[in-house]
């Protein structure tokens, strides 16, 4: 369990961008984009960073799951299975980063979120309504569940655009409950790399749990606004997010590089 003293002015910052990260986050995925950073800016080391924003992250992704099976627009019964495997899969993930560097992951990363976003941006269509589906059961589970809880708990960002995706190509949903199945197990995936970084003790109780709080509330917002505007919303936000996602990971891996390019025109 670690500790660290952070001013009152900046909890209430912290407070605030973990609000915006929530509703973000609830509609499109990538509110790690706001919230890693802000730690990061508030002083925490990177291990803690990450710990932390586990745990503020496990209250947005709670907030909108709760809100979504409320309003049934996911039935847990029938996502047993998927929740299990994207478990097992954030756990492994979690365990594995331990022991090796992500750094390739790190390069092909921008790629895939660029694709999901020129994918959402060129396919006007798809996810308007339910189509047929294309795997069921085990075979879903495993690709939806266990590969990308299990990068979820690797690595990280964009994790609830993959989920979505799935769901909106393999599984046929329409965008809107797409979106809603995604955040459920974007939650089982957040809650088991939490546990892995609790036994850890990098976890920064005091930051954590006042962004949880932000996380909630903002999370509660985007998934109404889930439900109310549905897919007129929810596209051009994958789109946005995939965009500034994709520009911020390309800056992070080739900084220095597109800094120097930029200088030599």
């Known amino acids: 369990m670690e500790w660290v003293s952070v001013a009152p002015w900046l909890l209430g910052v912290l407070f605030l961008v973990a609000l915006l990260a ?10 790690g984009l706001l919230t890693v950073p802000a730690l990061l800016a508030a002083g925490l080391s990177p291990a803690q960073a990450l710990a932390t ?10 907030s909108a799951s709760l809100y979504f099976i409320r309003r049934k627009a996911v039935d847990l019964r029938e996502q047993k299975l998927n929740i299990a495997l994207t478990f097992l899969g954030s756990i492994s993930g979690a365990l594995l980063v331990q022991h090796v560097q992500g750094d390739i992951l790190r390069q092909l990363l921008p790629l895939l979120v660029i694709t999901i976003g020129l994918y959402f941006l060129l396919m ?3 996810g308007e309504e339910d189509r047929q589906r294309r795997l069921h ?13 299990f990068y979820d708990g690797f690595f990280g960002p964009g994790a609830g655009s993959f989920y979505a995706l799935a769901f909106v190509t393999l599984c046929g949903y329409n965008l809107a409950k797409s979106t ?4 459920v197990l974007n939650f089982t995936s957040n809650l088991g790399g939490l546990l892995l970084f609790m036994i850890g003790g990098k976890v920064v109780w005091l930051v954590g749990l006042v962004m949880l ?5 903002g999370a509660r917002l985007g998934a109404r606004m889930v439900l109310t505007k549905g897919q007129k919303l929810i ?5 946005i997010v995939s965009a500034v996602m994709s520009a911020k990971l390309l800056y992070d891996s080739h900084g220095t590089e597109i800094i120097a390019w930029f200088h030599q025109l």
Not at 22 to 31: L, N, R, V, Y
Not at 213 to 217: D, K, M, N, T
Request: proline content about 6%.
């Open 124 to 126: 006007p269509k798809i």
């Open 22 to 31: 929530g509703f973000i986050d609830a509609i499109a995925g990538g509110g």
């Open 235 to 239: 596209r051009p936000m994958i789109v």
């Open 180 to 183: 809603a199945h995604a955040k």
């Open 213 to 217: 709080v932000g996380q909630v509330c």
């Open 53 to 62: 924003n586990k745990l503020q992250s496990v209250g947005g992704s709670f």
């Open 137 to 149: 059961g085990l075979p879903f589970a495993l690709v939806a569940g266990g590969c990308v809880g």
